[in-house]
């Protein structure tokens, strides 16, 4: 069943989906299409994200300026210690360099930056422009590797060769490359990597908290609060635990296969979804710690005694309100719907910009009839749902947040720079404050839809 | 003072080049900024541009992949195109280059050409391009570039001289340009303001999302500046070809180069051409702006005299406050900026003739090389864009925020710096930030300052 709705492109119509109506076949894993003002980043970006919270790591860009100067701290990503990661590098290729070739610009800059920072290790970032004018990346950082004694390693992400999934392998790659080059002997049994996590506002530690109530070691931290020597020697870990966005499953599937890591998908937003992946990784180290269940289930009762009061008082006013989610992995759409349901919203569209059709169906599934299901939106489009929809609070980034304003729709941002922890069971406190937070102003009553309605009902 | 040529750059203090280019277009009505080139660099760009604004940015993209990449973009900016004119249905199309398309060698001009031939059945919008590969220059010189392409290919052969007067006011605020068309009002003259983002990057809000927000410079207003009497261009560090230029050189309309009007004396000067131009004197609500800004200077030059200050920003917005600062007492002593055109110097030794001491000025500079000579300058204040917070936090110095981006306080798209009433404004906020950190170190708690 193709969706009708005018805002919709012709082209993007297998896209778009409503829950109920006919079978689900969603046309993703596409290319965006050329003018549609996609929301969707690029290979770098993808690559970026995924490596840049890696504390004690230099990122350099290679490229010209805007690469480096749009990704400058563009996260919330936290380190408990170095912070050198918040520094934005580049060799910023200039005209002469891309006739030329940037080969020798990006050693010189590796040399400087190399002793101005010792850095544990780096990572270099191709773009758009080096995968056109061919510079050997491998070869330079092999001459600098060998110059420097430590790993200075290309991540593949010129822009144009995909979307940010590819930009997720790549970065996945390039960590490969270092592990299993450090000493495991003193890692315990029950132990784990914490995967597709990237510490923002902190979030890493509280699932950190957890499982150390637990009795679970965290060997390496990918990528939040990461370090190089972490990543190293993560090959000793029992078992990766993996966030399923996508951004380091690839990861996870490379240490299965070469040093037999299992890996298992959690998500720790929503109750549900925090709750299980607790009791699945203490399902895995059960036989190794027969307390760990226990101590597990008294983590969890133990939380929720705290929270549930809490969210039955934000439930009071959310009652019956309208919801609206586009994110970046489905991963985190099927978390939220479960979180809504605990605070009595109603969620009537969710998209993403990089889900398969696995997730879109899975979407289908847990989603009421009629809810708008769309794959790799665009502002005409998620505007025109609002307006169907007639939606109370958007979950999204940065980039939807001045669609929602400028229709008076609340906002709750759950992309990279938020500031607010929303992982764990404080988490989704936090993340019903924040939606009753801005469902409850009174600033609505002004906007022009409601003052309409106002106006209708007199 | 001895200075390292660093090849790497460190916390760039610029942008690349689509950015301005981008922004500029956004300031055409019914106008959409597209890029051509791979999806990332508009989706990065809108971020970026939102977190300032707070309002909506559409950028369209070509959306390159890699085979594009190898056989040209040429396809897919036309199927962009097409898109956009679908969903859009856009009086004008800027498009902008990227490093990629420049350097696989897209010839856009070609490519826009054979679009028009191709569709000429259809209801095509204005096309305008500009390249802006963004291994070249900075943000500015995509601004000025993208305002240089407009004057160059949507305006209309001279008809007749009409009393109306162009203004090109370089990368200002939407809350300035507004300022700037009212002062235009209250001198009587009709003016086209090129680019006008003072209601596409700061509107109401709205019962319909727009698809391309309201207001810009009306085309018609655009294709008409050949007929204008004269053209303002603000800018002491602007390129040989400029918007302002070209309508002097291909229709004759002069131009006024002018400094940015921060201070005093610059916005004399704005106000002296506007008086000749109008033949009015300068109304006076503006004598009154005038001498209240100079009564408040009195009132709060022993806060202020001396202390030692750091600018950095585009050129012009910096030689604007250099001008300002000469004014007020406050002594620059490092001015700098991301953009190398090697007009900085000169233009300061223009406006700064008062202080007391020559700044040092750096062109081409980042954060690392700001930070490096800031340390041993030991700055009491910082005047720049959000960007160089970090610094001024390990410094213990008040920032105070001017220009692009302002990505950590609310209202930076209604910071008002231009004419006499937001030097006011600007000076209010100059004393206050020394006025607070002052307060904040003592440990009397002083309740008069």
Redo the contacts between chains.
Sequence with gaps: MKCETAAVLEERKGQVHRTGQGPIEMACNRDSLAGAVSQRACVFCGSRVVLYPIADALHLVHGPIGCAVYTWDIRGSLSSGPELHRLSFSTDLQEKDVIFGGEKKLEAALDELIDRHDPKAVFVYSTCIVGIIGDDLEAVCRTMSEKKGIPVLPVQSEGFKGSKREGYNAACKAMFRLVGTGDTSDISPVSVNILGDFNLAGEIWIIREYLERMGVEVVANISGDGRVADVRRCHGAALNVVQCSGATLDLAKMMEEKYGVPYIRVSYLGIEDMADSLYYIADHFKDIDPEITTKTSNLVRDELEVLMPELARFRKDLEGKKVAIYVGGAFKAFSLIKAFRHLGMQVVMVGSQTGTEEDYRELEEITDPGTIIVDDSNPLELSAFIKEKDVDVFVGGVKERPIAFKMGVGFCDHNHERKEALEGFVGMFNFAREIHTSAISPVWKFVPRREQKEAEHE | MSKTN???????C???T??GASLAFRGVEKSVP?LH????????????I??HF?????????????K??VYGGGP??K??????M???SPRVVGVAT???TE??GDHVSGILHEFKEEFGDLDLPELVHVST????G?HMDGWTGAVQAMADQLVFEKTETTESVNLFPGMVSPGDVRNLKDIFEHFGLDVTVLPDISETLD?P?????E?IPSGGTPVERIQAMSNAACSIEFGRCLPGSTAGITLENKYGVPCHGLGMPVGIRETDRFMDVLAKTSGRSVPRRYLMDRGRLVDALVDGHKYISGKRAVIYGEEDLVVGLVAFMSEIGVQPILVATGSKTGKLAGAIAKVGSDLRQQPLIREGVDFHDIAEQADELAPDLVIGHS?GY?YCRDWGVPLVRVGFPIHDRFGGQRLRILGYGGAQKLYDRIVNAVLEKKQADSHIGYGYL
């Design positions: 660093y090849v790497s750059t460190t916390n760039a610029k942008l690349c689509p950015l597209f080139g791979s999806q990332g660099c508009a989706t990065y760009m809108r971020r970026y939102i977190s707070r309002e909506p940015m559409d950028i369209a993209s070509s959306a390159l992949g890699e594009h990449a897919n900016l199927k962009g195109l097409l898109n956009v679908k969903k859009y990227t490093c990629l350097t696989i590969p963004s291994y070249n900075t509107g809000a709205l019962l319909d999302y698809p960007k970090r």
